[in-house]
């Protein structure tokens, strides 16, 4: 994408693609089946009557056990609802434990263990989650309490999403993306440079002739990855209708948790109620560069251009951990548990829940500077919540909605940009201190923006997959940031494109919902968060997985339904 997924608002970039069962601990499943429907069955039938005659007895009893399932299945062939409750409980514990596998197995892959593939997993996953004896008598049970009624539709709608996005077919496509993704290097002059070393020409190299270079050279992946993309975004919409009636984008917004007239209603308040702050934004930039018109290889270099001077110097990334331990503790939090790397990365950035609760790792891209540090802190509200969910089963606390989630990193993220934070853990005076909090005001001005095209592009190639992906890209991105794309197919150096489809409007939602969040903690504890903020964030988001819908998170705690306005009065404040 233009310069852009350089930029500050992508990265997680890791979301989930399967789905577990029981097929690698056939054993152990059976077992809990085995339990779960003695625990359905009154304690009083398992006293052997007659401790003479014991296998007579146990013929008794098993009869008896027979005869009272029998009575308790029911007409309609429905099965007792706390047998079906047993055995979802014993497919969650596998399906969380083949996710662990899962995730190991990505992170390896991520830091460059390229013989590893994580497609055995997702088929065994798949093979078990397509159980249609089980899914009928999950669908089939009559169930009222309602964490279990929530767990029941977690699971078939997972079942669902399972088997289009582990299909072996669109699997083998995505893990070649992937794999391409990973090792590739952009030819820039005679040099060959990974993605973070163009990530950091663009923003921060004087000279714009090689600047342009480096941005021309983004499009080398798409000639590479694009017409795999293309072929994945294909099977998704062939998949997704097959399985749910939906195509691929509908039902995967569903899923998060979102209604797309919502979005792009909030899309268009956004775009209009900043356009009279961007247009003012742009044509600053030509009297600041001193350029007639702004072209795509500028946008990033201006953001930094303004701290260039000190940031290699306060913002180090030898001791980044060190640092975000340190804001972490500030607020209550323990991240010791918690495994980060920094290494060359084919995507921005990412947390990975391996256990929740338990087991979370970090990887970290070789950024510089206040980026380095900015998808750092991304990560780590990520890496958090992962830790700190606490809700009763693997469904609830994996599924939660997905723009909280995203919500959840960013409100660390932009602490980044705070006077109260950067002063003391980056010893910035006050005047560099608000250097850095107006650059970054004005860069989310043009980043929400971006994104925003970015999502829009990507559902309208879902919505019309004949249409050629670089010149949607390039017409929505034109209006979107007043720049000619110049006919140049920059869309496939976007990493979610290929292996985290609808996903990049949970970036511009999770500002949002961050912003909403900031505002109200602010209000709540004033601007300097310590352990109070800290426990009100825990309680209210960070413990919290899929028993909440993202209207009842944003209710319950900010007291309002998610809204655009506090990013919007953020985005204004940028002519202050
Ligand atoms: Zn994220």
């Given at each position: 994408m233009m310069v852009s997924?350089?930029?500050?608002?992508?990265?997680?970039a890791v979301t989930k693609s399967v789905l577990p069962g029981c097929v690698r601990h056939p054993q152990k499943f059976m077992k809990e089946t085995v339990y779960s429907i003695e625990a359905a069955v009154?304690?009083?039938?398992?006293?052997?009557?007659?401790g003479r005659h014991a296998c007579a007895s146990m013929a008794r009893m098993m009869l008896r056990v027979g005869m009272l399932l029998a009575v308790l299945v029911g007409a309609g062939g429905q099965e007792l609802p706390a047998t079906v409750a047993g055995q979802l409980d014993g497919r969650e514990k596998q399906l969380e434990s083949l996710y662990a596998d899962y995730w190991r197995t990505e992170y390896k892959i991520a830091l460059g263990d390229h013989a590893l593939s994580s497609r055995p997993i997702q088929e065994q996953i798949r093979t078990v989650v397509s159980d249609e004896r089980f899914l009928s008598n999950l669908r089939n049970a009559k169930i009222s309490d309602s964490l279990l009624k929530t767990r029941q539709n977690l699971y078939l709608n997972e079942a669902v999403y399972t088997k289009i996005t582990n299909d072996p077919a669109l699997t083998a496509v995505v893990e070649q993306i992937t794999q391409n993704e990973n090792g590739f290097r952009f030819k820039v002059g005679d040099r060959q440079l990974s993605r973070a070393e163009v990530t950091d020409l663009l923003e921060h190299n004087p000279d714009r002739q090689l600047r342009e270079e480096a941005w021309r050279a983004t499009s080398q992946i798409t000639g590479v990855n694009g017409a795999r993309i293309q072929k994945a975004i294909q099977l998704r919409n062939q998949l997704a209708v097959k399985n749910s009636d939906e195509i691929f984008s509908i039902f995967l917004l569903h899923r998060k948790g979102l209604e797309v007239e919502q979005v792009f209603d909030w899309f268009d308040q956004i775009k209009e109620q900043t356009e009279p702050e961007y247009q003012r934004l742009l044509k600053r930039m030509r009297n600041e560069l001193g350029v007639a018109k702004i072209e795509p290889w500028d946008l990033d270099f201006f953001f930094s251009k303004a701290t260039n001077d000190f940031e290699a110097q306060k913002f180090p990334t030898d001791d980044g951990w060190k640092k975000t331990k340190e804001l972490a503790a500030s607020l209550g939090y323990d991240l010791d548990p918690v495994e980060m790397h920094v290494a060359d990365l084919g995507f921005g950035g990412a947390a990975y829940?391996?256990?929740?609760?338990?087991e979370v790792k970090i990887l970290a891209n070789r950024y510089s500077g206040i980026f380095f540090y900015d998808r750092l802190w991304h990560a780590t509200g990520h890496a958090l919540h992962y830790q700190m969910v606490n809700e009763p089963s693997f469904l609830l606390r994996a599924n939660y909605a997905e723009p909280m989630d995203e919500g959840m990193a960013q409100v660390m993220a932009l602490l980044l940009y705070r006077s109260e934070v950067n002063a003391k853990l980056f010893t910035l005076t006050p005047e560099q201190a608000s250097v850095v909090d107006a650059a970054y005001r004005l860069k989310l001005l043009y980043t929400v923006r971006n994104t925003i095209a970015d999502s829009l592009s990507e559902f309208e190639s879902y919505s019309d997959p004949e249409k050629d992906p670089a010149s949607v890209y390039n017409r929505i991105h034109a209006e979107y940031l007043g720049v000619d794309m110049h006919d140049a197919p920059v869309w496939g150096f976007n990493p979610m494109y290929g292996?985290?489809?609808?996903?990049?409007?949970s970036f511009v939602v999770g500002e949002m919902v961050a912003r909403q969040i900031e505002h109200k903690v602010d209000e709540k504890f004033g601007r300097n968060w310590g352990k109070p903020a800290g426990d009100y964030l825990r309680t209210n988001f960070y413990s919290r997985g899929a028993e909440q819908s993202v209207d009842g998170f944003m209710r319950g705690g900010t007291g309002e339904a998610l809204t655009p306005r506090y990013l919007v009065q953020f985005l204004e404040s940028s002519k202050n």
């Open positions: 997924h350089a930029n500050a608002l992508k990265s997680c009154p304690r009083a039938l398992f006293l052997i009557d007659d829940p391996i256990l929740y609760g338990k292996s985290d489809p609808i996903y990049l409007q």
